[in-house]
T-cell receptor, first 109, second 111 residues
Framework: KQEVTQIPAALSVPEGENLVLNCSFTDSAIYNLQWFRQDPGKGLTSLLLIQSSQREQTSGRLNASLDKSSGRSTLYIAASQPGDSATYLC????????FGTGTSLTVIP | EADIYQTPRYLVIGTGKKITLECSQTMGHDKMYWYQQDPGMELHLIHY???????EKGDLSSESTVSRIRTEHFPLTLESARPSHTSQYLCASIGQNTEAFFGQGTRLTVV
C-alpha cells in the first residue's frame, strides 16, 4: 500500500522567508502528484498538479518538483506572506488517491 | 474554479437519525470520492466510485453507504447517526489523469 509522508509536520516562519515543504512516497508507480492547501474547517484547494512524466510545475510564488524514482516531491514557496498560513497536503494518484499527513504552516507578520 | 458542491455545509443531528450528505459535480468526472477528516487530522477514504453503478468501500466505511446513479451525483448516507460520526466529510472528483477537485465539505455534529 502506498504511504505518503510529509516533513515537517509544522513550520513557523517570519514573513518574507522562502521555504520548502517535503513529501515522500513509497511506491513510484504513480499517475501524478498534487499539492493542496487547506484552511481550518474548509475543503482542499488545488495548488499544483505534476504529471508523472513532468519534473516540476510553477504557479506564481509556488514551485513544485517531482522526483518519481526517489519517491520525493517538494513545494517551494517564495517570499512567504501571512495569507499563506494553512495546512499543505500532498497527494499521489496511483490506483487510488493517497494523502500525506500535511504540514501546518504559520507565517508570522 | 472547481465545480463540485456539497450540501449541507453544516448539520447538527440527533443520534439514530438517518442522514444523506449530497455531493454534485458538473465536470463530467467519472471518479468520485468521499473522505472523512477530524480536525487537524489526516483524510480517511470512506467510499469511491469509478463511474455510474460502480461503488467501492475505502479504508474507513464508517457504517455508511453510497450510490452512483448519475455521473454528477454521489450521495453519502448514514443509516443511523452516532456521536462517533461527528466529523468533516469531504467529497472529491477526478477526471482522467487530471486534477482532483474538492468540495467545501460538510461539518457533521451528532448529538
Amino acid at each position: 500500500k502506498q504511504e505518503v509522508t510529509q516533513i515537517p509536520a509544522a513550520l513557523s516562519v517570519p514573513e518574507g522567508e522562502n521555504l520548502v515543504l517535503n513529501c515522500s512516497f513509497t511506491d513510484s508507480a504513480i499517475y501524478n502528484l498534487q499539492w493542496f492547501r487547506q484552511d481550518p474547517g474548509k475543503g482542499l484547494t488545488s495548488l499544483l498538479l505534476i504529471q508523472s512524466s513532468q519534473r516540476e510545475q510553477t504557479s506564481g510564488r509556488l514551485n513544485a518538483s517531482l522526483d518519481k524514482s526517489s519517491g520525493r516531491s517538494t513545494l517551494y514557496i517564495a517570499a512567504s506572506q501571512p495569507g499563506d498560513s494553512a495546512t499543505y497536503l500532498c497527494a499521489v494518484r496511483g490506483n487510488q488517491f493517497y494523502f500525506g499527513t500535511g504540514t501546518s504552516l504559520t507565517v508570522i507578520p | 474554479e472547481a465545480d463540485i458542491y456539497q450540501t449541507p455545509r453544516y448539520l447538527v443531528i440527533g443520534t439514530g437519525k438517518k442522514i444523506t450528505l449530497e455531493c454534485s459535480q458538473t465536470m463530467g468526472h467519472d471518479k468520485m470520492y468521499w473522505y472523512q477528516q477530524d480536525p487537524g487530522m489526516e483524510l480517511h477514504l470512506i467510499h469511491y466510485s469509478y463511474g455510474v453503478n460502480s461503488t467501492e468501500k475505502g479504508d474507513l466505511s464508517s457504517e455508511s453507504t453510497v450510490s452512483r446513479i448519475r455521473t454528477e451525483h454521489f450521495p453519502l448516507t448514514l443509516e443511523s447517526a452516532r456521536p462517533s460520526h461527528t466529523s468533516q466529510y469531504l467529497c472529491a472528483s477526478i477526471g482522467q489523469n487530471t486534477e482532483a477537485f474538492f468540495g467545501q465539505g460538510t461539518r457533521l455534529t451528532v448529538v
